[in-house]
Structure formats: C-alpha cells, structure tokens
C-alpha cells in the first residue's frame, strides 16, 4: 500500500504553464495531463489544455453511456450542442460565468477556446477504450479532415452572432 500522501498531485501555474507549451508543439494544438493512475480508473479527472483553433470532432458518449463535465479553470470556451442531425440546438460560451457545463450520456457536442488558450478540468466514468470512448458525428468532419477548419469556422460564426444578445441559443 502506498503511503496517503504519494499519489496527491497540485495544480499550480507551474504545472499549468507546462501544459500550455506542450499544447504550443502539439499538432493537434491541444494536451491533457491524467490525474487518475489507469485507464481502468473510474471516474477519469484531467485537465484538457486547449489552444485557440484546435478542433474536437463533434462526438457523444454513448456506447457504453459516459456523462461529461467541465470546469474552465482559464480562459474561455465555446460549447456546442447538437441535435441528431447535426443542427446546432444549444451554444455556452463557459469562462467567468459560467464556468462549468455539464452533459448528460448521449448529447452529442464539441468544443473549442475563444480565447488564446483555455484550461479546464474534465471528469467522466473511466474505464478508457479508444474504440468505444466516442461515437462520433457522421454530420461533421473528423478530426484532420480538410474540411475540419471551415466547419470550426461556421460554429465560430454562430459564437460571434450571438455576442451582445444572449449567449445561450434555446
């Protein structure tokens, strides 16, 4: 048995600096940092560093069901909910306030920073399978697909006309 202290991590700018530059040399201009030990854990808690213009592949989890949530510990986020056939029904711009979202199993969304980059804490059930994690959206590009940065461009779009009204789309 290890002793209650070892596995006790903090989370403090050094740590989170770190993970910026790592996003920087990214391709995917993204990282995460695991804070649970396995794969197998339950539940999963890390942090998702972001830099602005990566793309998420749309995608939901389904198979086996996973509820998702999200703490914006920097920056600012957009958050998109969509509907089956890929119509944009929910926007969230989560940073000062809110500064959380939380999805239930099965809605299918994405994500992607406003600001230069966003930082934030991300729980769901464990255990981690690539092949089951996600079910991705049959509507939307896949992640490297040329078709990915115009199709980022056009959620963008829905973020900036909303700035000035509200920032919730029913």
């Given at each position: 048995m290890s002793k209650p202290d070892s596995?006790?991590?903090t989370l403090?700018?050094?740590l989170l600096d770190n993970l910026i530059e790592g996003a920087k040399r990214s391709p995917r201009l993204r990282i995460n940092h695991n804070f649970h030990a396995s794969l197998e854990d339950n539940p999963h808690r890390f942090l998702n560093v972001m830099l602005k213009?990566?793309?998420v592949a749309?995608?939901?989890h389904l198979d086996p069901p996973k509820a998702e949530s999200f703490l914006v510990l920097e920056g600012e986020v957009a958050f998109f909910i969509f509907d089956d056939s890929g119509n944009v029904v929910r926007t969230e711009v989560v940073g000062c306030d809110p500064i959380g979202i939380d999805f239930p199993a099965g809605v299918w969304h994405t994500l992607t920073p406003l600001s230069e980059h966003a930082v934030c804490f991300?729980?769901?059930p464990g255990p981690y399978s690539a092949a089951t994690d996600k079910d991705f959206a049959p509507w939307a590009p896949r992640e490297g697909d040329p078709a990915a940065a115009a199709y980022l461009e056009s959620l963008l779009a829905i973020v900036g006309s909303?700035?000035?009204a509200a920032r919730t789309r029913p």
């Open positions: 596995a006790v991590q403090n700018r050094a213009g990566t793309y749309p995608h939901r991300e729980v769901k909303a700035k000035g």
